[in-house]
């Protein structure tokens, strides 16, 4: 059986979110090393996420997370390339920032803003969503 503190490590995360105007983000990580600095942890990740942003709007992105984590509170930015739309599809940038609280070692509580590619004809989409997401 693992030993709590390898848990609490540990680099892989998934979760979801949801949010009004049918916003929803599913979304799967990798966690790079952290490093220790004045007194908390600044950590960094790399993500794949889904989204779908209301009117027909879905996509898809890989994106770099950076943030400080505060014993359980942490904040986060999110900066990455995503491709989506919904008649006509588009490649665009995607870049966020968020909060999150650690419910104990394994799950999180996150609420997220994100700025997604949207098609041509309605621009970019604002997600708004609060979720959940586990460590294993």
Not at 69 to 82: E, Y
Not at 94 to 117: I, K, N, Q, T
């Given at each position: 059986m693992?030993?709590?503190h390898?848990l609490?490590?540990?680099?892989?995360?998934a979760?979801?979110g949801?949010g009004?105007?049918?916003n929803?983000?599913?979304y799967a990580g990798?966690?790079?090393?952290?490093?220790q600095?004045?007194g908390g942890e600044?950590?960094?990740?790399?993500?794949?996420?889904g989204?779908?942003g209301g009117?027909?709007v879905?996509?898809?992105a890989?994106a770099?997370?950076?943030?400080?984590?505060?014993?359980?509170f942490?904040?986060?930015?999110?900066?990455?390339l995503?491709?989506?739309?919904?008649?006509a599809?588009?490649l665009g940038a995607?870049?966020?920032?968020g909060?999150?609280?650690?419910?104990d070692?394994d799950?999180?509580?996150?609420?997220?803003?994100?700025?997604?590619p949207?098609d041509?004809?309605r621009g970019r989409?604002?997600?708004?969503t609060?979720?959940?997401s586990r460590r294993f």
């Amino acid at each position: 059986m693992p030993q709590a503190h390898l848990l609490a490590a540990a680099p892989l995360y998934a979760g979801a979110g949801v949010g009004g105007a049918d916003n929803a983000r599913l979304y799967a990580g990798y966690r790079l090393p952290s490093l220790q600095f004045r007194g908390g942890e600044a950590a960094h990740s790399a993500e794949a996420l889904g989204y779908a942003g209301g009117a027909g709007v879905r996509g898809i992105a890989l994106a770099y997370v950076g943030g400080y984590k505060f014993d359980a509170f942490s904040l986060h930015a999110r900066l990455g390339l995503g491709y989506g739309g919904a008649a006509a599809r588009r490649l665009g940038a995607l870049y966020g920032f968020g909060s999150a609280y650690a419910l104990d070692a394994d799950w999180s509580l996150h609420v997220d803003w994100d700025s997604v590619p949207g098609d041509a004809a309605r621009g970019r989409r604002t997600l708004f969503t609060t979720g959940l997401s586990r460590r294993f």
